[in-house]
């Protein structure tokens, strides 16, 4: 991993304010990992009181409305997360894409929005189960990101994009070594025509998909993987912070 590693807490929709507790936990353990980026994207109902109690740790969102502001019940805009202390949002996440309907040129927008309102981007990517069993993986996932991402000059210093295969998101079946190296290989191709050789080569690709304390050290030293997007193994401080420390003794090795 030549850059700093950088793991990412995606809690979904779980957490209520007894959560600040292992938000404060992470936090605390964060401190002593100063070799690894840890950040957090809690609900935006915890947002504010996890920034404001986990002071070290990057907080982010999930998603944000593309617009920046007007009538758009139940939306929020990225300047009102900036406000609220986000640092960063995650986009095009597959739950999103498919429960939403979120198209490639809707996560594009939002990605925009984002910048706009000076924030950090993680873009999310992936293939389903049949897409993989056709042998297109690769194809589909440079097309999404493709269709995805923001080509704004400042676009690659504010980006991460991770890789999450969705089927292996929540099921206990991550994806093996060889598979994500392939298509991180990819990835990084495509963001070298899409940013240059210099900036394309700085942006982190993230793996994600039942990613755990156990796994971490195993994937984390994959070529191209430069961290982790967690979903249920970031929803404790323990199991969490096990994956920063794979990232950090790797970085030691
Ligand atoms: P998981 O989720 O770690 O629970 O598989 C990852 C994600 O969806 O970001």
Redesign the pocket.
């Known amino acids: 991993m030549p850059q700093r590693p950088y793991i990412?807490g995606?809690w979904?929709m779980n957490g209520t304010r007894a959560m600040l507790s292992e938000a404060r936990a992470i936090d605390r353990a964060a401190q002593r990992l100063m070799k690894v980026e840890v950040a957090v994207a809690p609900p935006y109902t915890l947002l504010h009181a996890v920034h404001r109690e986990a002071a070290q740790i990057a907080v982010g969102a999930q998603d944000c409305h593309p617009g920046q502001e007007g009538a758009h019940t139940g939306d929020i805009s990225a300047g009102m997360l900036a406000d609220a202390g986000a640092k960063f949002v995650?986009l095009g996440?597959?739950?999103r894409r498919e429960s939403h309907a979120e198209s490639n040129s809707c996560v594009q927008e939002k990605a925009l929005a984002a910048l706009d309102a000076g924030m950090r981007i993680i873009m999310?990517c992936g293939e389903a189960d049949k897409i993989r069993q056709s042998g297109k993986a690769e194809d589909f996932v440079i097309q999404q990101l493709r269709e995805s991402l923001p080509t704004l000059e400042n676009a690659a210093e504010n980006l991460t994009v991770?890789y999450?295969p969705i089927w292996?998101?929540?099921?206990?079946n991550?994806a093996t070594v060889g598979d994500v190296s392939a298509m991180h290989t990819a990835i990084r191709a495509l963001l070298v025509e899409l940013y240059g050789v210099e900036e394309g080569a700085e942006v982190r690709i993230l793996y994600?998909?039942?990613?755990?304390p156990e796994n971490a050290r195993e994937l984390l030293s994959a070529d191209e993987v430069g961290g982790?997007?967690?979903?249920?193994?970031?929803l404790t401080a323990d199991s969490f912070m096990g994956i920063a420390l794979a990232a950090a003794e790797i970085q030691d090795s």
Not at 168 to 172: C, E, P, S, Y
Not at 208 to 212: A, D, F, L, Q, Y
């Open positions: 990412v995606n979904k995650i996440h597959s739950e999310c991770a999450e292996a998101i929540g099921t206990g991550s994600g998909g039942s990613v755990n982790a997007l967690v979903g249920g193994a970031s």
